[in-house]
């Protein structure tokens, strides 16, 4: 009896600390993790499900050489962003995205990317 009462007890405590530890992502945007591209995009365009702070964005070759950005990480916390992108010849690449949620947990993620022509 005292089992079942501490295995009520843990579930009831993960069953409502779940949403307090689930966080966002990206849930869309112009350019889709393993994408392969006809022509460079010249600006990468993207959704979060909540707000967040972005925190950073970087670009790199898949050898991992920086590609210099123009990116200024806004003051206040939205869902939706715009990147401008330097011109892109051909190649592979990986974009890295850091942001904050409200509560300051920080979130990463990266979007890989070819250009073909």
């Known amino acids: 009896m005292k089992i079942s009462r501490a295995f009520k007890a843990l579930a009831m405590t993960i069953l409502f600390s779940a949403p307090a530890v689930a966080h966002t992502t990206i849930v869309a945007s112009n350019i889709e993790k393993g994408a392969e591209l006809a022509a460079a995009p010249t600006v990468f365009e993207f959704s979060f499900g909540a707000k967040v702070g972005l925190a ?13 950005l123009d990116f200024e990480p806004p003051r206040q ?26 509560d300051g947990h920080v979130m990463r993620g990266e979007i890989d990317f070819t250009v073909i022509g």
């Open 77 to 102: 916390m939205r869902k939706d962003f715009k990147v401008s992108l330097p011109h892109l010849q051909a190649g592979s690449f990986v974009l890295k995205w850091r942001a904050v949620a409200k």
């Open 56 to 68: 950073a964005i970087e670009l790199e070759t898949l050898s991992g050489d920086a590609v210099q």
